[in-house]
């Protein structure tokens, strides 16, 4: 079964990046190589991961990762 989270990484410079992928580790490896010189996270390298959620369904995770963009986030 494939999974996919909604994730969310602090920055060098203590920033936060929301993202959402089915590869949690492929995906901080590519955040951490700087693999896209134009992408939010590869001038503030390196990143580490302070927070993820997984979803059986894209859709569910696309809509969750939009409402935690649009202030929404999770809550304690």
Known sequence: MKF???YM???SDESI???LTNNIERRLKEH???LNDNSF???RRLVKLI???EFMQFAQAEVFENKIK???G???
């Open 70 to 72: 649009n202030g929404a």
């Open 17 to 19: 990046y929301i993202g």
């Open 51 to 53: 927070w993820h959620q």
């Open 32 to 34: 951490n190589s700087g």
């Open 74 to 76: 999770p809550r304690n």
């Open 41 to 43: 996270t590869s001038k």
């Open 4 to 6: 996919y989270y909604v």
């Open 9 to 11: 990484v602090e920055c």
